[in-house]
């Protein structure tokens, strides 16, 4: 018989089993919504790309060009300075559609998209994590 001063530790199990929490629906913001000018349409936005940017893209060119004959002695009439001045433009073209296409409103609808579906993977991957199905 234990002594009557002793006291135990135990402390008897949860009999109830264990809940499984279910969270509520992801509140996603509302996807922007491109809508173009009244009378305006992709055609004229390409249009307005092409001329601010075909003057930018040549002035590169031209700078890439004098560069490459004034510091490497590049002949000035050479396919070497042929192609280093249309690399240059291609550069600056390149650069500015991509940089366009990121901050147009098709682009950042098209980023909404992208992030919206990484963050539900992103959550599909830790409810599996976290109730063992892989």
Do not use: C, Q
Request: hydrophobic fraction near 50%.
């Amino acid at each position: 018989m234990p002594d009557k001063n002793y006291t135990t530790r135990f402390v008897s199990p949860d009999p109830s089993p264990p809940r499984v929490e279910i969270l509520p629906p992801l509140a996603l913001p509302p996807a922007p919504i491109s809508e173009p000018m009244p009378l305006s349409s992709h055609r004229d936005r390409a249009h307005g790309f092409v001329l601010v940017t075909a003057p930018l893209a040549a002035a590169t060119g031209f700078v890439v060009l004098l560069i490459a004959i004034s510091a490497f002695a590049v002949p000035v009439l050479s396919v070497a300075a042929l192609l280093l001045a249309l690399a240059g433009f291609a550069a600056a073209w390149t650069l500015a559609y991509a940089l366009h296409v990121w901050v147009s409103p098709d682009g950042a609808l098209f980023f909404h998209v992208a992030m919206t579906w990484r963050m539900l993977f992103l959550e599909g991957r830790e409810r599996r994590r976290r109730y063992g199905r892989k």
